[in-house]
């Protein structure tokens, strides 16, 4: 496969510090690239499964993968994108992340070499990171980058401004260790890791490259993702396989080809042809459901993607309560001695609302259903009676969610 060309056909690349050169690179040689994922939380999202995607087309083609869990680069915590500082995180639970992160990865990308940058960066000493690595970074260039130009205007920490050297040295380490000659990431990481290529260039007066993948955007043009506080997991711990599909099927109607083309190996002449049916808002639809389909299948294997397309159906075509659907079971003490629960109680123990402030607001435009009958008002009582034999809650035109005893 032409990498390069499917990646343009795709909308997949962004950026590259040359283009040709890199294509002919892939194309006479096997080369070794890495990806690198910082482990700020105890599941991966989306986002990253688009990188996953990325190095299964090199892996397919023979090149090998190195994929660095930023142990060591977590705990600066990169700048990029944000308008205040990451959390501090404690070794222990940066360990704890690394892990299900590693086996989370083995889904998707069976046989890449994984690395932790905290076996170098935590070791080396700080004199030794000034004159060896410090003396090769311009400050005035490093303020002109993108990943601090949110930072600057409330504050960028000296912490944080270490970042960048910290993710160069973890190329140039690439390169001495396994003759690593290119970076792959997401385009937000632009500057970061250029910063690697120049480094390696300063240091081994040797060519290094970088290759940016486009960013997966939601419906407001936003990258999906933890610090967009738009992630969808890949934990079914934290989105089941069916809030997974039905996150997909309700993708607006604008971006369903370019998500179809993004996300999935669907063939693009197919996408095309689908595209052009799409005066037919029906075939928009069908669009839909392959594209949940397919991204399901690949999270959650096909055995889930296809209950939970059977349970969306059911659900969407048929109006009928499925016993895919997500589902809470309530106990007694969630009532608190009493016979009924409160609507907006009920919302955040189901987590279709994050606190009972959303909750309500969400009762109040009107946007909460329970059977089938909106719910009125905000002190809306739910006796245990109706929820033990199953309620379905309906928030908005398209989240629906069971309720038993």
């Known amino acids: 496969m032409d990498l390069i060309r499917e990646f343009k056909a795709r909308g997949l690349l962004a950026q590259c510090t040359d283009l040709e050169a890199v294509d002919d690179m892939l194309k006479k040689q096997k080369v070794t690239f890495y990806i690198g994922f910082d482990p700020t939380a105890p599941s991966l999202h989306i986002g ?10 090199f892996q397919n083609e023979g090149h090998k993968a190195i994929v660095i869990f930023g142990g060591g680069t977590v705990m600066v915590g990169d ?3 944000r308008t205040d500082m990451r959390p501090m995180l404690e070794r222990k639970e940066i360990d704890e992340n690394i892990e299900k992160f590693k086996k989370q990865a083995d889904r998707y990308i069976p046989g890449a070499l994984y690395v932790n940058n905290a076996d170098w960066l935590c070791e080396i000493k700080y004199m030794d990171m000034l004159r060896e690595i410090g003396a090769h970074f311009s400050v005035n260039k490093m303020l002109t980058a993108e990943c601090f130009k949110t930072r600057l205007e409330k504050g960028l920490s000296f912490l944080e401004f270490n970042y960048m050297l910290m993710q160069g040295y973890d190329f140039y380490r690439l390169y001495k260790d396994y003759g690593c000659a290119l970076q792959c990431a997401g385009d937000d990481q632009w500057s970061n890791a250029l910063a690697g290529a120049d480094l390696i260039r300063r240091k081994e007066a040797k060519e290094a490259h970088v290759l940016t993948f486009a960013l997966l955007p939601d419906a407001a043009g936003k990258k999906m993702g933890k610090t967009a506080g738009n992630a969808v997991w890949l934990d079914p711990g934290l989105t089941s396989p069916y809030d997974f599909y039905q996150h997909w099927r309700n993708t607006d109607d604008g971006l369903v080809v370019r998500y179809l083309k993004m996300m999935t190996y669907v063939p693009v002449e197919e996408i095309d042809a689908m595209a052009n ?5 029906a075939n928009i639809n069908a669009a839909k459901d392959r594209l949940a389909y397919e991204v399901t299948k690949m999270i959650h294997g096909e055995k889930e993607a296809q209950k939970a397309q059977e349970a969306a159906k ?3 075509y048929g109006g009928a309560a499925d016993a895919d659907m997500p589902t809470t079971k ?6 608190a001695g009493k016979d009924a629960i409160a609507i907006t109680d009920l919302l955040v123990v189901c987590r279709l609302a994050p606190s009972k402030a959303e909750a309500k607001r969400l009762v109040a435009q009107g946007g909460i ?20 034999n ?4 309906k928030k908005g035109k398209k989240v629906f969610h069971k309720v038993t005893m």
Do not use: N, R, W
């Open 390 to 393: 199953g309620l379905i809650i």
């Open 314 to 316: 059911s659900v969407f």
């Open 330 to 335: 309530l106990s007694e003490e969630d009532f």
């Open 79 to 81: 700048p990029s994108g």
């Open 277 to 281: 049916s799409f005066t037919d808002a």
């Open 369 to 388: 259903c329970a059977s089938d009958e909106k719910v009125p008002d905000i002190g809306y009582m739910i006796a245990k009676e109706d929820i033990k």
């Open 48 to 57: 990253h499964f688009m990188q996953f995607k990325t190095i299964k087309y």
